[in-house]
């Protein structure tokens, strides 16, 4: 990941900014720019999730590539926020923790950083609710 | 016009390490450390976290307990020692993940442990002169000790967030008072990973003088006493130093006692008065009045009294509390512990 | 439209070949191919080959024109593409070549696909894979293509009851297939319990639930069906080439227990076949970890939904089961040259349909399936080929 594709994303990744589909109420996170159902009917509006959600799915990772392998290991997870979208997070908590279902809520975490003389990247994971 | 704080938030990581863990590791007697420190554990930040991710928890609890956003928020100003970058502000992440941005005043400050009072006056000066409505001051650290330096005992991270406001105040700031030299008591040279310190040097000529002329400065300036307040709040670095301050100013034991966060959390540096602050407002009740001094190394200390008014009651419950953040803590070994600090080179 | 043979088989051995550069491997699997249709060079009309990322394995792009220039085929200045769609390249490379010949656009076609892995660490090799997730809101997040695999594997479970044993039975299955196969990078047997006691890799998913990392190609040779007389006695017919897409990222699946293109694709290709799921004899799907064989032959609907499982465990998908599933020994034993599965999946079927598969031919297979997935299933291409 490169700066500026980084940056470019910021509002999304610091602050869940998706999107929603004002004409069939739907929302979008990771954001989109054509709903999938409108189409060029859609009339997509920028929107901040709440930041809660669930865990639908989940894993341990032991094994990672370079940017992560210092943080192993981690729980990745598949988490519906409850506007509906669905996202691929980390959990920050146990791996024992984390369960299917399980109540989640959104907080500001390092996600990496390119090296000790590169940039910092910061995001949103989530810890148990 | 009153002007005072609208509103705080505080965070401190979940982790802790205990005295003994750390004595086991250098062959120290534990007893011995927590009775000359009156320290028992600290907060250790996890992996992911650091002094901007802390700052932003911080300001975001901050935002919950009252009902500011971020775009209300026209200065931020983050104090810290342990900012993650050299050259590159904390203070616009802070903005980015409140969204405060674009308009709005911002910068980091360094001044050792006062640092987040630093920044509590300029948010002051600049509401009180109208330039902004509300200005956020932050106080964060991970603060580095090196290994086996008497600092790793206390060395510990978290931070607290202030909105300083005119309408909304919880707590009025009466007055504030700064007492400033140029002392070598402690340092971190750039590009250093840990600071270095005067050993007994900062104790009667760093914190002890500049506590006790800022404190006195302010009770004179004010025309106040000791007894005129309910509680008092000194930087505390162990939890020695703060209950003798207290006691040669004349103030009890009693009234410290709710502002002392030390003992289970450590010295968080910038966030250190801030958070004994915070945890006193986690209980005041209307009209009850508080003496803070801030103490930064090198070296200089900021003093204020608050008033805390009927707002109070609204927000105290909209947020964590001090105590709700120090309980059910998880304990880290020394090598875990060691790993979330950065001290094995990877 | 008119009909498509393939009438030339070519495959490296799979592996980690040290002593061979990309160029080495898929000039090997092509002139193999060509001297299988008893064909020379200069009849290639057009080339289609199958890779994946040869810009971060080998740092080598423009690699169509890489293939043609050295297969000696530049003196006909042949128009030669390079097709990606990540795992699925080599599915991908095959079905554009027979859309070319079946449009009558082109007559004879080399279809291939390569991918030379071992050139960086595994690390990097990871990160490369990494990119047929969601860079942006999977891989820059954490997730690795195993850990996507995982949260089905956890969500398949979870759901279905599916246990570590029966994921264990797919790997071991496919080894001892694998262990028949000549070309197969692991040609050794393991058993459940040393499935379920290698390295969590991203739990529930375990090293020897994973493909490996591997270097290979392969090719076939595509011509019209009326002329696959002149060059072989023994043609291969293609029935159907069919693909499906669906969102890259898994989080925005209707299903995380399925993948729904594969069925999409199944459909249509048993719907343009005019074929049966009980007409399949034999079949190579898309095993990059042990999770995606039960999906895939649940989703092809060879079993009911939930059903892989035990019948993995029953040996039903075992030569002389009930449909033998990844003779070849899938991409868990055979080995995973990203680019270059696909067409490997091809020339096994067009072994097994031609009666060549050696010790694990599986009796009187007529009509065969592949199954080739990219990424996590964003890309799905099924082929249907007959004797």
């Known amino acids: 990941m490169n700066v500026p594709r980084f940056c470019r994303e910021i509002p999304s990744r610091y602050n869940l900014i998706g999107t929603k589909c004002e004409n069939c109420d739907t929302y979008y996170f990771p954001p989109r720019r054509v709903c999938i159902t409108c189409r060029r009917k859609g009339v997509i509006r920028e929107y901040q999730f709440e930041g809660s959600g669930k865990v639908v799915t989940h894993t341990t990772i032991y094994s990672a590539p370079e940017n992560f392998s210092k943080m192993t290991p981690y729980v990745l997870a598949i988490v519906e926020l409850d506007e509906g979208p669905k996202l691929t997070a980390q959990i920050v908590c146990d791996p024992s923790e984390v369960k299917i279902g399980m109540r989640v809520k959104s907080v500001f975490r390092k996600l990496g950083e390119e090296g000790p003389d590169g940039v910092i990247y910061y995001g949103t994971k989530f810890i148990p609710a | ?157 978290g931070g607290a967030a202030y909105v300083v406001g005119k309408s909304h105040v919880i707590a009025e700031i009466e007055d504030t008072y700064s007492f400033t030299t140029d002392t070598f008591d402690f340092w971190r040279r750039q590009g250093q990973q840990y600071p270095k310190h005067g050993g007994r040097f900062t104790g009667e000529p760093g914190y002890f003088k500049h506590v006790l002329a800022g404190a006195r400065g302010l009770l004179h300036k004010t025309r106040s006493k000791p007894e005129d307040f309910d509680f008092a709040v000194f930087h505390q670095p162990n939890g020695k130093f703060p209950r003798k301050v207290a006691s040669t100013l004349g103030f009890s034991q009693q009234q410290v006692k709710q502002g002392l966060v030390v003992e289970k959390l450590g010295n968080a540096y910038s966030g250190s008065s801030l958070i004994g602050l915070a945890s006193v407002l986690d209980v005041a009740e209307p009209g009850s009045r508080i003496f803070m001094t801030s103490f930064g190394s090198g070296a200089g200390s900021d003093s204020f009294t608050f008033r805390v008014t009927e707002e109070i009651g609204k927000i105290q419950d909209k947020a964590p509390s001090v105590a709700e953040l120090l309980a059910a803590p998880i304990y880290l070994d020394y090598a875990i512990y060691a790993k979330h600090k950065n001290k094995i080179v990877l | 439209m008119r009909e498509v043979a393939i009438v030339g088989l070519g495959c490296t051995k799979f592996g980690e070949m040290w002593d061979k550069s990309f160029r080495d491997l898929f000039i090997e699997a092509g002139l193999m191919a060509l001297e299988d249709a008893g064909m ?13 990322s040869s810009g971060i394995f080998i740092q080598q792009e423009h690699v169509g024109a890489l293939i043609a220039d050295y297969s000696g085929l530049i003196s006909n200045n042949v128009p030669s593409t390079r097709v990606e769609a990540a795992c699925a390249s080599g599915g991908l490379a095959l079905r554009s070549g027979i ?84 070309r197969a990078q692991f040609r050794n047997r393991i058993t459940i319990d040393s499935v379920i006691s290698s390295p969590l890799v991203a739990d529930p998913l375990r090293l020897f639930d994973c493909s490996p990392i591997t270097d290979g190609a392969a090719a076939v ?38 993948i729904d293109a594969t069925t999409v694709a199944a459909d249509r290709a048993f719907k343009t076949a005019r074929l049966e799921r009980s007409n399949i004899d034999v079949a190579e799907v898309h095993d990059c970890f042990t999770i995606a064989e039960i999906m895939a032959i649940e989703d092809l609907r060879f079993f009911e939904k939930g059903r892989g499982g035990p019948a993995t465990l029953a040996g039903d998908t075992a030569i002389g089961g009930k449909i033998p599933i990844n003779t070849s020994g899938g991409l868990k034993a055979c080995g995973h040259p990203v680019g270059a599965t696909g067409i490997k999946q091809a020339v096994e079927i067009a072994e097994q349909l031609r009666g060549d598969a050696g010790k694990r031919q599986v009796e009187g297979a007529e009509i065969g399936l592949t199954h080739n997935v990219g990424g996590t299933g964003g890309t799905v291409v099924v082929h249907i080929l007959a004797r």
């Open chain 3, 99 to 182: 859309i070319a010949v079946a449009s009558e656009y082109h007559d004879i076609v080399i279809s291939a696909g390569i991918e030379k892995m071992t050139d960086i660490g595994a690390e990097k090799a990871m990160d490369a894979l990494a990119a047929a997730a969601d860079r942006e809101w999977e891989a820059a997040v954490g997730a690795t293509f195993p850990g996507l695999y995982a949260m089905m594997a956890r969500a398949h479970m979870h759901e279905f009851g599916t246990t570590r044993e029966q994921l264990a039975q797919v790997a071991v299955k496919n080894h001892y297939h694998g262990s028949m196969n000549p």
């Open chain 2, 1 to 157: 016009m009153s002007i005072g704080i609208t509103t705080y938030g505080v965070y401190i990581p979940r982790y802790r390490i205990r005295v003994e863990e750390i004595a086991r590791v250098w062959g120290d007697d534990p007893n011995d450390i927590k009775k000359g420190l009156g320290v028992f554990e600290k907060s250790v930040p996890d992996r992911d976290e650091d002094t901007a991710t802390i700052a932003v928890e911080a300001a975001r609890s901050a935002l919950q307990r009252s009902g500011l956003a971020g775009v209300d928020i026209g200065a931020i100003y983050v104090g810290s020692e342990s900012h993650p970058y050299a050259v590159k502000p904390t203070a616009t992440i802070v903005a980015e993940a409140i969204r405060a941005t674009p308009e709005l005043m911002a910068a980091d400050y360094e001044f050792a442990c006062k640092a987040g009072t630093a920044a509590l006056q300029t948010c002051l000066g600049l509401v009180a002169a109208d330039y902004i409505k509300y200005g956020m001051a932050i106080g964060a650290d991970t603060a580095q000790g090196a290994p086996a330096d008497a600092l790793e005992y206390t060395a510990a991270a």
């Open chain 3, 40 to 52: 020379s060079g200069a009849q290639v009309e057009a080339l289609y080959g199958g890779n994946m």
């Open chain 3, 221 to 258: 040779v595509l011509v019209p069906a009326e002329r696959a007389r002149e060059f072989t006695d023994t043609p291969i017919y293609v029935k159907a080439a069919s693909q499906a897409s669906d969102t890259i990222s898994l989080h925005d699946r209707r299903s995380l227990t399925s």
